[in-house]
């Protein structure tokens, strides 16, 4: 058979990485029109990019050029926006690419990635894919870090290259603390620390690690755009990288990874800064919202958030059919049923009126079911 002679073996037991359906399949397959239909899944910016991007991408005039290979223009705005040197940044097809770029730069087939479950899924899914192996170190039952267990795993695997820490970790909103990290970096091995729900945390008070790159020479740390300034759907990303391995990353990165409209709505973006600190504000107030009305069904848990969502625990009724019929009302939310997170449901914060219909939605099933009873 052809695939068993030209395809690479290992591929075969990946695990396909389950993406949301498209917004405009499920709207057919809901039989809703788009607009009606409240995206609570994905822990998008329901705010989508501030004015000043969207004017500057009907303004842009060189979509017919190649972009800038060295995103000059992006990573010096982002720089301005950060603090930390341009000359340690790069940026990517949305912090996927980075996490993939790193991946792709450090292993050897059969090197070892720890990974902290319940966490982001690409990063077994990109592990997979670079012809790693990933061990897991599980979130204790509070979704902190077992830093002495993930010690153990360094110390009992020879092989183990990459730890990746997300903070505020997706999908229960968690922030790592600065000793656990500390702790963390004097292993031996490059800790990738993932801040795609950064700002959200720093509207409350934590700060950003991006300027411990500079200090510690096995830490890279990872932003988006994405949840911040709503350019998802431009797919851009940056992060900051330790010199050894950075010049490595810019050797082997796709020469034009960041689009012309994704830096032009990026650095856009980026000068409206007022705008995407009052949408934080808004969505951190709405989370807490969320967290606080769903509580008062009684069979939602909520699990304390400093990010744009909220990871609810559901109670004597199993989740996956509370998703399902809320999908039913036009209200999309993840669902969960893996260890640590099982029965599950983790809940985007969207706008006021996104929380009212999602409420109004949940007290439609329970009137339906209380007059099935
Ligand atoms: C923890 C985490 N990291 C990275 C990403 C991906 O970011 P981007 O859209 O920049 O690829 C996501 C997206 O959901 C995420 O949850």
Redesign the pocket.
Known sequence: MIAQRLLRPDLAAIEVYQPIVPFEVLAERLGRPIGDIVKLD??ENPYGPPPGALAALAAGRHYHIYPDPDANGLRQAISRYTGAPASCLLAGM???ELIDLVLRAVLMPGDVVINCPPS?G?YPFSTAVNGGRTVAVPRRADFGLDAAGIAAAVAAEPRAKVLFV?SPN?PDGSVVDDATLRRLLALPLLVVL?E??IDFAEAEGFSSRLSWVAEHDNLVVLR?F?KLAGL?GL?V?YGAFPDWLLPHLWKIKQPYNVNVAAAVAAVAALEDGDWLRDKVGRLVAERERLARELAAFGFLQPYPSRSNFVLLRVVGRPALALKRALEEEGVLVRHFDKPGVDNCIRVSAGRPQDTDRLLAALRAIIAREASHE
Do not use: E, I, K, Q
Request: glycine letters at 12%.
């Open positions: 994905a822990n949305g912090a996927d982001f690409m997300c997706n993932d795609a729900y988006t994405s998802a797919r990303g």
